[in-house]
């Protein structure tokens, strides 16, 4: 029998702020279940045409690791090589809108293109054309207590 490394587990954490870069359709599920139910104002998504890239600011609940209280940290979620992007039922630039990240899927397309969709609470969608895989999140703050002082949940 051999020796063969493990997957990295939730439990594995060990708090210190996490950076994951995504070029494969595997590792943005990992990046997309560490998003789920981060929130941001409407004011916290740009689209810097110049520089190719979808920003956004994230407050982000701590999945990663199982503390009470729960908590959140502040993180960027920047899509690289974006080349177009589209949105339906989200107002970016409203500081009114409050957001709520659900997942990030990937559509691959020919070569190595494709669409990066976010899923927002309430049917909001924003789509980035992009010339490959390119997201990063990377945690910006320390961690503080959640304000509700819950966990977020889905019931079905």
């Known amino acids: 029998m051999t020796d063969r490394p493990q997957d990295a587990r939730f439990a594995d954490a060990?708090?210190?702020?996490?950076?994951?870069?995504?070029?494969?359709?595997?590792d943005l599920q990992v990046i997309s279940?560490?998003?789920?139910?981060?929130?941001?104002?409407?004011?916290q998504m740009q689209w810097m045409q110049r520089r190719r890239q979808v920003v956004l600011l994230l407050n982000?609940?701590?999945?990663?690791?199982a503390l009470r209280p729960p908590q959140r940290?502040?993180?960027?979620?920047?899509?690289?090589?974006?080349?177009a992007v589209r949105g339906q039922g989200v107002?970016?630039?409203?500081?009114?809108?409050?957001?709520s990240l659900l997942s990030l899927e990937w559509e691959a397309g020919a070569d190595a293109e494709g669409k990066l969709r976010l899923i927002f609470a309430g049917d909001?969608?924003?789509e980035v054309e992009c010339e490959c895989l390119d997201v990063t999140l990377r945690d910006v703050t320390r961690s503080y207590d959640a304000i509700s002082?819950?966990?977020?949940?889905?019931?079905?």
């Open 14 to 26: 060990d708090g210190r702020p996490l950076r994951l870069w995504a070029t494969e359709a595997g």
């Open 33 to 43: 279940a560490l998003c789920q139910d981060a929130v941001l104002p409407g004011t």
């Open 60 to 65: 982000r609940f701590r999945w990663e690791v």
């Open 73 to 83: 940290t502040q993180s960027m979620l920047i899509i690289g090589d974006a080349t």
């Open 91 to 99: 107002v970016p630039g409203d500081a009114d809108t409050v957001l």
């Open 124 to 126: 909001g969608l924003v």
């Open 149 to 156: 002082g819950k966990v977020p949940e889905h019931p079905e």
